[in-house]
């Protein structure tokens, strides 16, 4: 009974542990199926941790790119606007210069026209006192030419007093009484006029030295001024004095008859533009 005992009990303790056996081998191959399928698992994470790090990256650039395109747009608007603004202001100025310009061309016109208007009444004025001139002129020569020879030249009306009209005797500088009232009729006519000077010139002979000659000369033109501004009260200041002595003879000094005619004073006026 017991060797039969005994070998039921081992039985039974054989059949547990073989089971036991094979358990674990069953857990094992569970193990190593869950590592397996955990390290599957694992490696696509990883591989998808690596595309969306790859994406990332990629997504990171385009944003970098991005953001470098919106600086770059950026600046240019801000160039853009500053351009914009800067010929705003400059066609604020060009316009400014263009009107002011403008003003400056009509006022430079308004004077222009100003100017005109002057020159023209200047010159009408002119013109009024060049006719008067002329026609007080014209009337001298003729009142003066009714006394003696008298002829328009450069220097104004010329009238020579020779010994038709002034007889100088010879070596004299005296005035006689025919000449005195020549010389009043000459007196009383430019007396008329309102504006006139009169140089007054005398000549002498070729008789003696050039020196004597020349004061003689000077003598009988300060004789015939000094009869017209004291006994004509003509006015002085507009009467001069000059002697040639015998350097401008009117004739050949070869008869007594051609030296008188050299023996005279000479008159020269000028008539004034008042």
């Not at 000059?242 to 009117?250: I, L, R």
């Amino acid at each position: 009974m017991s060797s039969k005992g005994l070998s039921l009990q081992s039985d039974e303790t054989t059949e547990p542990a073989h089971g036991r056996g094979k358990g674990l081998v069953l857990l094992v191959v569970l193990l190593l199926l869950s590592v397996a399928g955990l390290g599957f698992l694992g490696y696509q994470v990883l591989q998808r941790m690596s595309a969306v790090e790859r994406q990332l990256a990629l997504v990171s650039g385009k944003t970098d790119e991005s953001s470098a395109l919106a600086r770059q747009a950026m600046e240019r608007a801000v160039a853009a606007d500053a351009a914009a603004r800067a010929a705003a202001e400059g066609r604020q100025v060009a316009e400014a210069q263009t009107a002011e310009a403008r003003q400056q061309a009509d006022a430079a016109r308004q004077d222009a026209g100003s100017a005109r208007e002057t020159a023209a009444r200047a010159q009408a004025e002119a013109e009024r006192i060049r006719k008067k001139a002329e026609a007080e002129v014209n009337r001298l020569e003729t009142a003066l030419g009714q006394i003696a020879e008298t002829r328009r030249t450069a220097l104004g009306l010329v009238m020579n007093l020779g010994s038709d009209y002034l007889k100088f005797e010879f070596d004299k500088a005296d005035l006689r009484p025919e000449d005195k009232e020549l010389l009043s009729r000459v007196a009383g006519i430019l007396m008329t006029s309102e504006d006139f000077t009169v140089s007054v010139n005398g000549h002498t002979d070729d008789v003696g030295t050039d020196a004597y000659n020349q004061k003689l000369s000077e003598r009988r033109a300060e004789s015939v001024k000094n009869w017209l501004t004291t006994k004509e009260s003509l006015d002085g200041s507009r009467m001069t004095t000059k002697g040639w002595g015998e350097t401008k003879p009117v004739a050949p000094n070869d008869t007594d008859a051609n030296r008188q005619k050299n023996r005279r004073v000479q008159a020269i006026i000028e008539k004034g533009s008042s």
